[in-house]
Structures are given as C-alpha cells and as structure tokens.
C-alpha cells in the first residue's frame, strides 16, 4: 500500500497560483495512477485532475482545464498540481489518491471508489 502527504495549500487572493504537491511512499509508486480530488464544505468530494502511472495520459474536469495542470516525476514519487487563476469558488481541501493501475482508469478516472489509498489533504482557500 502507498503512503500519500499533500502540501503546498495555503491561502492566495483571487487570480493568483499554487503547487500543490503529494509526495508517496511504500509500494512502488510506478504501479500507481494518480488523482487529485477536492472537497469544499457542505458539497461532495469532485475528480480535479489525474495522470496515468507513465504521465502519458492526463485528464480534467472540464470546468479546470487551462487552468490546472497535474504532472509527477517517478524518479521523486511526486505528483504536482499546477493551480493558476484561482477563483474563490476553488477553495476546499485537496486530496491526493492512488489507484493501484487498474485496467479501466481511462473510464473511471473520475470516481472517488476508484481509488486505494488518499492523503490526508491539505487546504486551499482563495480570497476574492
């Protein structure tokens, strides 16, 4: 099982950006997919970003693209996320997740049950 610690949150004025960075330990981190979810209070945990175990493939929600951008470095067992332009309606707690290589992630990239193991998060807040 792998080890998942989030950092990089914090609180940043409207139009500016943050790296989020999940840093793994344990098994292999190569036999992981990667995602990052957030979860604002009162609302439901929703998909952000993820990235395929080679960082071949990367998908978005579509509200996020252009803005976000997920990427990681094997050699590190990172995973980064990108944040530019922030809006106050990004503030929440960002969670990062493994999936350990399924062979449907291209479909099910998105769900929350997906995944086998999750950070412990860490949380942003954008001031308007």
């Known amino acids: 099982q792998v080890q998942l610690v989030e950092s990089g949150g914090g609180l940043v004025q409207a139009g500016g950006s943050l790296r989020l960075s999940c840093a793994a330990s344990g098994r292999s981190f190569i036999y992981y997919n990667m995602g990052w979810f957030r979860q604002a209070p009162g609302k439901e945990r929703e998909f952000v970003a993820a990235i395929t175990w080679s960082g071949a493939n990367t998908y978005y929600a579509d509200s996020l693209k252009g803005r976000f951008t997920i990427s990681r470095d094997n050699a590190k067992n990172m995973v980064y996320l990108q944040m530019n332009s922030l809006k106050p309606e990004d503030t929440a707690v960002y969670y990062c997740?493994?999936?350990?290589?399924?062979?449907?992630?291209?479909?099910?990239?998105?769900?929350?049950?997906?995944?086998?193991?999750w950070g412990q998060g860490t949380q942003v807040t954008v001031s308007s």
């Open positions: 997740a493994a999936d350990a290589l399924s062979g449907s992630f291209q479909y099910t990239y998105r769900a929350p049950d997906e995944y086998d193991a």
